[in-house]
Nanobody
Framework: QVQLVESGGGLVQPGGSLRLSCAASGSIRSINAMGWYRQTPGKQRELVATITSRSITNYTDFVKGRFTITRDNAKNTVYLQMNSLKSEDTAVYFC???????????????WGQGTLVTVSS
């Protein structure tokens, strides 16, 4: 069974940086796109950034120039480097993987359990 395991969340001061990681565990042959989403209480989950297997990236406007998404295909891991963090970046960040192929199954979409990022002084 494939799972997405996130790490790297925590408390940081405004203007600071954090790096999130998300590793897909299990026997994986390929993953199409991977990405990060975030959610705050009472709001819908929103896109932060995505990256394809060929490293084509897409960012939502409010993180452009501050966040960088990268990917290590050999490790089935996606990263989110977050710089110049603002209080409004406080949220639970979720990892997402699309079209995950294993030797015995195909998953249209998988989600991690989420990691909390708190930006506060």
């Amino acid at each position: 069974q494939v799972q997405l395991v996130e790490s790297g969340g925590g408390l940081v001061q405004p203007g600071g940086s954090l790096r999130l990681s998300c590793a897909a565990s299990g026997s994986i042959r390929s993953i199409n796109a991977m990405g990060w989403y975030r959610q705050t209480p009472g709001k819908q989950r929103e896109l932060v950034a995505t990256i394809t297997s060929r490293s084509i990236t897409n960012y939502t406007d409010f993180v452009k120039g501050r966040f960088t998404i990268t990917r290590d295909n050999a490790k089935n891991t996606v990263y989110l480097q977050m710089n110049s963090l603002k209080s409004e970046d406080t949220a639970v960040y979720f990892c997402n993987a699309e079209s995950v192929l294993t030797p015995i199954a195909w998953y249209r979409e998988l989600w991690g359990q989420g990691t909390l990022v708190t930006v506060s002084s």
